[in-house]
């Protein structure tokens, strides 16, 4: 059983309006506040790199402080503030971020209000960006433009990553998650100034907005850092189309993608049929725990630790997509011994082999990892937006009280529902193993 | 136990000395759910030649051997030790650096239990034969993984390129060929000179009792005798550079760039944290956000987000590096190196100076929000001689002189570039 233990961080929804939603993540025992903007957007191949290249464009400056220079250096006088800005996918939804960090005005002289500082500059990095013609001034578009292409081509770099981006695209290639969350080259080569700023128009009138002030804030400087965003005009808010995640399996995908390496990667994906608000979730949270979610894990006691195969073997679920995907880094000759050994661990749990240890260990190592997200503002704000995004809208307590509920039969249950739909392997240019050098 | 308290950061740490020699610290965070506790042992990769405590000759290992020794503590004679975390509900692993091998455990509950399961495995090595053969396939792949690794390759080669000598050059994990020769013999060899308690700290972060701690660790460490010293042998290394550029192609998009300076002060605690606070600064100054060529190179395309700097200042060795993808990684490190003269002409920028350490306080103030890495960085420092939370007393007391000082002494060495190409097609 658990009870919440006063240490647990909740969330407060301070406001809603237009489309707007502001969340509190109420908390004393951080030394910064941060403040977290997300934008929502439905994933599709058109705009994908116009969502990817705006926050970065935005982030070169602001009407007060219009270049990237004088932003940093007002930055730096704000006790190092920073301001931040990324891309993300959670299914089919691309999610447009912009953050500001800062530390909590008792580390500053005469309590300087940093929130009112740092969060009117983010304020103006969202909405007030340098224009000239009516459009974004044009070295930071094209600069950034070129930025955004070179972090599309850069995906190769971190193999592990890329295989299982690979994988999940080719299991998807049909659908809307199969588009990247920086989108594509060529999309990212056909941008124009005047179709960003259009589309940076349409977003700030129309999408979904998520707000999260995590730390100690103020009632007062909350409510006024809220009332600024009343100067944003709103339209009629877009809704967020459902995202397809049942799909039949007819045939299962092999692909092999060459690279010039020395380690293979092979990615092993699945469907769970499972959506992202469905109560099948919490037993699929612990069914990836026992597949490959940590060292008591079957991947890793089986492929590392018995088998030799690997160093890193694990597996992980896209929530949104309702997907599956099982990875490790192996020798190239050993792909056959690989796949095989790691379809054994995958069928021994839709046989029902699980041992009360790795239900326990899983439930646990679930637990600890959930509980340890309170200690940090960045891993608690992904939490409650993935919460506030599929709709279920858990907390802490009762995610982990959901966790702790689900039993082996509920494993064993869902467990016959993921199918097996692509295998993927990341290969050397000869597909055979070097010799060793 | 004594207390040390930092009133300017809200931070306090006790310290508990065992007879042994063993040193524990912990350092209290209120309301933090996790507690991260590890047990970190004075030996690294650059270890790799010494002369035991009762001994007289030198005992020369293979390289790669502290990161094996590390795998193996893993592994009882009862099974592998990561179950009995996982069955405590703890995420248990370990880290080995130049110049530490880490062991820890975070977990959110039965925090008394997973404390003595730390102590004890890292006292009591199991090692055979077959377990120490087993290992072998497990860290090549992690060999190879880390020689795909374009982030990787382009730092050690950098390190090739400033060291000449020095054990700092050698990849951590070694290579496939020398952890094949590694015996059982010589890695209780390595564990027996290097894991006794008196070259060892113990470090828990979280809302804990300091008692409860200083009290497992007087009834956990087993050994009461401080053995003596160990010595480290370090081959003679030369204030110059090794080389001026070095080069790799591989699987990567665009080229990415490390260029460094080797540090050839050797300096040790107080001294060390405020030399390397400084460095940083200077960094920052010359290369940071807020710098004209940082916005100069940034405008030109030459670099973009991923460049950063870095400084590492150890006992034995140090540097300070910066970079990260360019198109044109000669361009930038001429320009850099223009610009680096056109300080040593006109004297660093005073204002600057100030606000960037004030900007850093910030941020290192903001860094004590996660205990993993206060752990992270508390240990190599303390293994140093000096305090982790003593940053707020550099950022009180470092004066722009000092700064100055250090700049000119530090960057009049000459840089080293090393370059990842993509391959050619």
Request: with cysteine; net charge negative.
């Amino acid at each position: 059983m658990l009870k919440s233990n006063g240490n647990s961080s909740g969330v407060s929804k301070l406001a809603e309006k237009n489309g707007i939603s502001f969340f509190h993540i109420k908390s004393d025992k951080f030394k910064t506040v941060k403040i977290d903007i997300f934008i929502i957007d439905p994933l599709d191949r058109k705009k994908a790199a116009y969502n990817a290249l705006l926050p970065f464009v935005l982030k070169r400056g602001c009407i007060t402080y219009p270049t990237q220079q004088e932003l940093s250096l007002r930055l730096e006088e704000l006790y190092g503030a920073g301001i931040g800005a990324a891309v993300h996918k959670k299914g089919e939804y691309q999610l447009i971020q912009l953050n500001a960090g800062f530390v909590s005005d008792r580390f500053t002289v005469n309590g300087a209000n940093l929130f009112n500082k740092a969060g009117g500059l983010l304020f103006e990095v969202f909405t007030g960006p340098v224009t000239e013609n009516g459009i974004f001034r044009k070295d930071y578009f094209e600069q950034e433009r070129e930025n955004l292409i070179q972090r599309i081509r850069s995906r190769v770099n971190n193999k592990m990553y890329y295989a299982m981006q690979r994988c999940m695209e080719e299991m998807c290639a049909e659908e809307p998650f199969a588009v990247n969350e920086d989108g594509d080259e060529e999309s990212a080569k056909a941008l124009t100034n005047e179709g960003l700023f259009e589309h940076y128009g349409r977003l700030l009138s129309q999408n979904p907005v998520y707000v999260y002030v995590s730390g100690n804030v103020e009632d007062s400087e909350l409510g006024k850092f809220i009332g600024k965003f009343e100067a944003i005009e709103r339209k009629e808010i877009i809704s967020l189309p459902a995202i397809q995640v049942k799909k039949d399996i007819k045939e299962v995908r092999r692909i092999e993608e060459p690279m010039d390496i020395s380690q293979g990667k092979l990615c092993i994906g699945f469907r769970t049929q499972i959506e992202a608000d469905s109560q099948e979730y919490y037993p699929l949270v612990v069914y990836n725990a026992i597949l490959g979610g940590g060292v008591h894990s079957k991947l890793f006691q089986n492929v590392r630790e018995k088998e030799s195969l690997a160093y890193s073997a694990f597996s992980s679920i896209e929530r949104f997509k309702g997907l599956l995907v099982a990875v490790s880094g192996i020798e190239i000759s050993e792909r056959e011994r690989a796949e095989r050994v790691i379809m054994e661990q995958f069928r021994a749990v839709e046989n029902g082999d699980i041992s009360d240890f790795e239900m326990e260990a899983s439930k646990k190592s679930l637990v600890t990892g959930l509980k340890s997200m309170q200690d940090s503002q960045g891993a608690m704000v992904d939490f409650y937006l993935s919460q506030h995004l599929s709709g279920t809208g858990e907390n802490m307590d009762s995610f982990i009280e959901k966790i702790m509920a689900v039993t082996k039969e509920d494993v064993i249950k869902i467990s016959k529902k993921i199918t097996l739909d692509t295998v993927y392997f990341l290969t050397s240019l000869s597909g055979e193993s070097e010799r060793s050098e | 136990m004594e207390v040390h308290e930092f009133d300017r950061i809200h931070e306090k740490i006790y310290v508990h000395k065992h007879s042994s020699g063993l040193k524990a610290f912990v350092i209290p965070k209120k309301g933090y759910n996790k507690i991260f506790s590890t047990f970190a042992t004075n030996y690294g990769s650059i270890n790799n030649a010494f002369v035991a405590p009762d001994e007289e000759k030198v005992t020369r290992v293979p390289d790669g051997i502290a990161h094996f020794l590390e795998h193996k503590l893993f592994e009882q004679e009862d099974g592998s030790i990561m179950d009995k975390f996982s069955r405590l509900g703890a995420d248990s692993n370990a880290y080995t650096s130049f110049t530490q091998t880490v062991y820890l455990f975070s977990c959110t509950d039965r925090f008394n239990d997973n404390f003595r399961l730390l102590l004890d495995f890292v006292q009591n090595p199991y090692l055979t034969d077959e377990n120490v053969e087993k290992e072998k396939g497990i860290i090549s792949q992690e060999i190879k993984m880390y020689n795909d690794n374009a982030d990787w390759r382009v730092f050690f080669n950098l390190l090739n390129a400033l060291y000449v000598n020095h054990p700092v050059r050698t990849d951590i994990a070694g290579t496939v060929e020398s952890i094949s020769e590694i015996t059982k013999e010589e890695l209780y060899k390595c564990y027996n000179t290097f894991y006794h308690p008196s070259n060892m700290i113990i470090v828990t972060v979280g809302d804990v009792k300091p008692e409860t701690v200083f009290e497992m660790v007087e009834r956990g460490i087993k050994t009461k005798r401080n053995p003596g010293r160990i010595e480290r042998i370090f081959p003679e290394e030369p204030a110059h550079h090794n080389m001026k550029l070095i080069e790799k192609n591989l699987a990567v998009a665009m080229p990415q760039f490390n260029m460094g300076i080797k540090d050839n002060s050797r300096v040790s605690g107080y001294d060390l944290l405020k030399r390397k606070v400084a460095l940083e600064i200077i960094l920052t100054v010359l290369l940071g956000k807020s710098s004209v060529l940082y916005n100069q190179l940034y405008d030109e395309g030459l670099i973009n987000q991923s460049f950063g700097s870095d400084v590492t200042l150890e006992g034995s060795f140090g540097y300070t590096l910066w970079g990260g993808q360019s198109k044109d990684p000669q361009k930038v490190a001429d320009r850099i190196i223009a610009a680096i003269e056109q300080v040593q002409k006109d004297g660093l920028d005073r204002k600057s100076f100030e606000r960037i350490k004030k900007a850093h306080e910030g941020r290192f103030i903001a860094s004590l929000n996660s205990p993993e890495n206060i752990s992270h960085e508390f240990i190599p420092l303390c293994f140093n001689g000096a305090c982790f939370f003593d940053h707020s007393r550099v950022y009180e007391e470092l004066t722009f002189d000092e700064v100055e000082e250090i700049f000119r002494d530090h960057f009049s060495a000459k840089p080293s570039l090393s370059i990842i190409w993509p391959m050619k097609t």
